[in-house]
């Protein structure tokens, strides 16, 4: 079973590549399974309904979220009635939606993706290694292949999240810090990890915004609106290989599509 994680879509420009791209890239990776963190698609700052749906039309199965998740107010309502985009499984009970989802891929292979956010930097929600436990026993017997998006800030605790887990899901990747890292690997339990798989968006850009108004405000503290920049338009990604009747990861690697007009 062949699994395209794509990283953090960020704003018209992410949305745009995967939109004009995916589907050749699904045909060309032989891709069974597309899963993509989209809390960033809607300028850079949430995802509202419509961007939902236009990514799912595309060829994604699954959206998984993160802090930025509920930045536009209009999708409270809407995740509820949408279990393939997540927010973090391990945000208050009350919160709306799902941190959880399990389908079947195009090849028939029963899957799962879970939502996690860490705590460190970050606002303290439950623990997300307790909740991992408890999602993981929620699980289907039948269902081998489990997906983790870690979205957090310190390397630290992505990494212990991915030791912490190995031998128990197929692949833990790391998103939220919009740089992809170079250490994509295969734990000893079988487990495929990276700390950041990166971002889809403008890489002519400070984590995607217009570099211009992030550095003054590094020069001078004054409060700055962002936006998203336009450039140097690329897809980070991660495919694995997985065997479907244990779960455990064969290959991981990484990979960068541009677009060049």
Not at 119 to 146: G, H, Q, W
Request: hydrophobic share 40%; with cysteine.
């Amino acid at each position: 079973m062949r699994i395209l994680f794509i990283g953090d879509i960020v704003g018209s420009p992410g949305r745009r590549i995967v939109l004009e791209r995916l589907e050749d890239i699904i045909s060309n990776e032989q891709a069974d399974l597309v899963i993509a963190n989209g809390e960033n698609s809607a300028s850079g700052f949430g995802i509202t309904p419509r961007l939902t749906e236009e990514l799912l039309s595309a060829g994604i199965e699954v959206l998984s979220g993160g802090n930025h998740i509920w930045d536009r107010k209009e999708i409270l309502d809407f995740i509820p009635r949408e279990p393939r985009l997540l927010r973090p499984a391990n945000f208050p009970a009350t919160s709306p939606g799902s941190g959880l989802f399990c389908g079947t891929s195009r090849q028939g292979t029963p899957y799962a993706v879970l939502c996690l956010q860490g705590r460190i930097f970050m606002v303290a929600n439950d623990d997300p290694f307790s909740v991992a436990d408890r999602e993981l026993l929620r699980l289907p017997p039948e269902t081998k292949v489990v997906i983790v998006d870690i979205h957090a800030e310190a390397t630290s605790e992505k990494q212990a999240m991915g030791w912490y887990l190995d031998g128990r899901v197929t692949a833990v990747l790391g998103t939220h810090t919009h740089v992809a890292t170079a250490d994509e690997r295969i734990l000893p339990g079988g487990t495929a990890f990276i700390t950041d798989v990166g971002m889809t968006g403008p890489h002519d850009s400070i984590i995607g915004m217009e570099k211009g108004p992030i550095i003054k405000r590094f020069l001078d503290g004054l409060p700055a609106r962002f936006e998203v920049a336009t450039g140097d338009i690329q897809m980070n990604a991660v495919l694995i290989e997985a065997d479907s009747v244990s779960g455990r990861a064969v290959s991981v690697a990484r990979r960068r599509y541009k677009l060049d007009h």
